[in-house]
Every structure is written in C-alpha cells, then in structure tokens.
C-alpha cells in the first residue's frame, strides 16, 4: 500500500516536499517513482528511484528542480520540488514497480499540488 502527502497550494517559486510512505512487500521493489496528471492531460512520469541503488531518473520537465530521494529505514519517498510552477498544478501519485521492474504494478491515491500564480 502506498499513500502520498504533503500536497497543498504553494506560490510560483515556492518549494514542496511530498512524501510517500508504503507498507507491505518493499523488500521486493526495484524502483518508486512519482507521476502527475493535470486535469484534461495525460498521467505524466516526474521522477524515479531504484529501491536499492540510489539511482534516480527525470524528465528534462522537472530536471535541476525536483528530487526524488527515500529512507528505506521508514520505507518512505519523498519528492522535493523548488522552484515550482504554475504548470506543476497537478495531481501527484507515488508508483512502485514490481521485482523485476518491468511495470508500475502500484499505486497511491494521490495528493493535489497546485500552484499559484
């Protein structure tokens, strides 16, 4: 299970820190990642971790603003985002692949972002 928090209203400019914290079978993620889906578009990847490694991967969209970064000792993922946007408003979910890493087989129920101009 996977829940996300920390969403809110922010000014263009400000920063934000989400927070996604899973419960169950973490041992077996290869990776988290988070995505967002603006009303009337399409879901959209914003950043990812390896669940082992430290590896993390962006879209040049969020690139040099948003971190993904975890703590594995409370089994949470957090997505720092600066410099934010008034196209950043969006619903935000946290995703966990299955073992192998092949597919986002989980999902959160979301947290709303939305920035102001």
């Known amino acids: 299970q996977l829940v996300e928090s920390g969403g809110g209203l922010v000014q263009a400019g400000g920063s934000l820190r989400l927070s996604c914290a899973a419960s169950g079978r973490t041992f077996s993620v290869y990776s988290m990642g988070w995505f967002r889906q603006a009303p009337g578009k399409e879901r959209e990847f914003v950043g990812s971790?390896?669940?082992?490694?430290?590896?993390?991967y962006y879209p040049d969209s969020v690139k040099g603003r948003f971190t993904v970064s975890r703590d594995n000792s409370k089994n949470t993922m957090y997505l720092q985002m600066n410099e934010l946007k008034p196209e950043d408003t969006a619903v935000y979910y946290c995703?966990?692949?299955?073992?192998?890493?092949?597919?986002?087989?989980?999902w959160g129920q979301g947290t709303l972002v939305t920035v102001s101009s």
């Open positions: 995703a966990a692949t299955n073992s192998d890493g092949s597919r986002w087989s989980e």
């Open positions: 971790i390896r669940w082992i490694r430290d590896s993390t």
